[in-house]
Each structure stands twice: as structure tokens, then as C-alpha cells.
């Protein structure tokens, strides 16, 4: 296959917009489409690499709710490729959890705060499954972080955030300020940052990195900054940026085969 368009090292790859959760402010929530067969997405994965990319980013939707995301991660290193997947943390298989040992992946789970304001968040009470399924997979040798969306009014999450980390011997926060993406969009008004707010939580982050920097790494994610490389479960490429209007659609992924409905 040669090389028809330039893409970065990772992109972020939508096996479902499918998902076990229901967040108020879901930047990707269920449009009405595909699941796709699991042949499909190996033949996306190999046009990724075709046009090198070298790690695939499973993200959704729920990625773990497609039943063979095993098989694409074990695909993805078959084909000598990276992997890393970002999960609710809801359900776990342990067919998962062995792919994800073998091949090294790297897991980002998202987790909001304490159980009352998680569980408000993701629309169900998940707190104790997405604890769960962290020291499931904290004690299965896989490296795990977590990433936290940040919302107007609950600045005081970002302490919480790390300090479960450092409880529970995770290295690594990602905290994301909301952007008004998806369902997002509709709800600007309960969970958009002020101005002051982003200001704060920019200088806090900053601060918390360089006090903590011996014990865990803390990150600040701004796709409302930094647009990302997306392939959608209908095979469209789209650089996302901090609105849906501003989207570029980049390339339709060509396929042969016909996707099914769930
Ligand atoms: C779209 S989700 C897909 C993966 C998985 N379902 C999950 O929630 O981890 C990827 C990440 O985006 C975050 N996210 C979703 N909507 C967001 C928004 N409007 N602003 C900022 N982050 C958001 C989620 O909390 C999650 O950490
Ligand atoms: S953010 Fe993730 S968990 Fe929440 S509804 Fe969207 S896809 Fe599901």
C-alpha cells in the first residue's frame, strides 16, 4: 500500500461511538451509526500504517464495548504497531486485560472525582467499578494512568485526583478541561471553565507538576489548543479541534466490505 496523506505517529481510533455511560458532557457520544466488524477496523489499522502511523490510540465511544478489541490490539502488535487505550473503566474482560498485558499497551482510565461527583458525571454509578477495574489492572503489571475531565465549579478535583494517585501508586494524571464538543455543545452553560477558572487550573497544574514531579507525572490536555487526528467508526478521517464546527474532514478510509448495525 503507499503512503496517500500525512498523518501523525498516533491517532486517536473510534471503535464505537457505542457506549456503557452516559456523560453530560460526552465530546463523542452515539451518532446513530456503525459498530463495525472487527474486519473492517484491521483493514483501517492497515491503512494507518501504510501512511505511518506507529501507534493506534483505542478510544470510542466505549472501546470495550466492542467485543473484539482484544483481537485488534494482539493485530496492532502482529503488525509490529503500538497500542494505547483510554476506557471508562466500567468492563474490563480478562481476555482484555491478558491482550493488554502481552502487548504493553498502555491504559488511560477516566476518573472524575470522588464516587458522588463521578457518578453525576458519567450518568451512572460506576465509581466503584472504574476503582475496581484501576487495581485490576494496576495488579496485572499494565501501565496505567488516570484522566480526569475538569468542569466549571470543581476546581477542588484536580487535589483530589492526584492524591488518589499517590494512594494507589499510579504515575501519571492527564486532566482535560471540558471543551463544548458533542453532547458537550448543549451544555456549555453547567460545565464550561470561565476564563478566570482556566487561569487557575493552567497555574495549578503547574504548580502541582513541578512540587510533585519525583512521584507522578501530571499533564494538562487542551484540545480546545491542540486539534487531534481522529478515524470516526465510519471511516472518516477528521482533524477535531475545539468545536465541531471547525472540524476538518481530512480523508474517507477506503473498504471493501459492508459495515453492520447494532
Ligand atoms: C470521549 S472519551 C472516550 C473513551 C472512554 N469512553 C472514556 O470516557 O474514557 C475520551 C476522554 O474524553 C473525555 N471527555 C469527554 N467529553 C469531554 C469534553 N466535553 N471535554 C473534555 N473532555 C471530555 C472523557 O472523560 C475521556 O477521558
Ligand atoms: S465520555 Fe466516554 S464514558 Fe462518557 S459517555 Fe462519552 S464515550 Fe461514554
Redesign the pocket.
Known amino acids: 500500500m503507499s503512503k496517500m496523506i500525512n498523518l501523525p505517529s498516533m491517532i486517536c481510533f473510534r471503535v464505537t461511538r457505542f ?1 456503557n455511560a452516559r ?1 453530560g ?4 457520544p452515539p451518532d446513530g451509526g456503525v459498530h463495525p466488524p472487527v474486519a473492517i477496523l484491521k483493514e483501517r489499522i492497515d491503512w494507518l500504517f501504510a501512511n505511518e502511523v506507529k501507534t493506534i490510540h483505542f ?5 470495550t464495548i466492542h467485543h473484539q478489541l482484544h483481537e485488534l490490539i494482539e493485530y496492532v502488535h502482529l503488525q509490529h504497531g503500538k497500542s494505547k487505550l ?3 473503566g466500567i468492563a474490563l474482560p480478562d481476555r482484555l486485560v491478558r491482550a493488554l498485558y502481552t502487548t504493553k499497551t498502555q491504559v488511560k482510565v ?1 476518573l ?1 472525582g470522588p464516587a458522588a461527583h463521578h457518578n453525576e458525571v458519567v450518568g451512572c454509578d460506576a465509581y466503584d467499578k472504574t476503582v475496581t477495574t484501576i487495581h485490576r489492572l494496576i495488579a496485572a503489571g499494565i501501565f496505567t494512568s488516570v ?1 480526569t ?1 475538569i468542569v466549571s465549579g470543581q476546581l477542588s478535583v484536580v487535589d483530589w485526583a492526584i492524591q488518589f494517585c499517590l494512594d494507589n501508586g499510579i504515575k501519571r494524571i492527564s486532566f ?7 453532547n ?1 455543545l448543549g451544555q456549555r452553560s453547567k460545565y464550561e471553565l470561565s476564563a478566570a477558572e482556566r487561569r487557575t487550573l493552567h497555574d495549578l497544574v503547574k504548580q502541582k507538576r513541578h512540587k510533585l514531579m519525583s512521584r507522578i507525572d501530571i499533564r494538562l490536555l487542551d ?1 480546545n489548543a491542540t486539534p487531534i487526528h481522529v478515524v470516526e467508526p465510519d471511516g472518516r478521517l477528521v482533524l477535531e479541534k475545539a468545536t465541531e464546527a471547525m472540524d476538518e474532514l481530512l480523508y474517507r478510509i477506503p473498504e471493501a466490505q459492508v459495515s453492520i448495525q447494532i
Do not use: D, K, V
Open positions: 457506549c456523560c458532557f460526552c465530546l463523542a478510544c470510542g465511544g466505549e472501546p483510554t476506557t471508562n477516566s472524575h484522566q475531565t482535560l478541561p471540558f471543551i463544548p464538543r458533542g458537550g484540545f
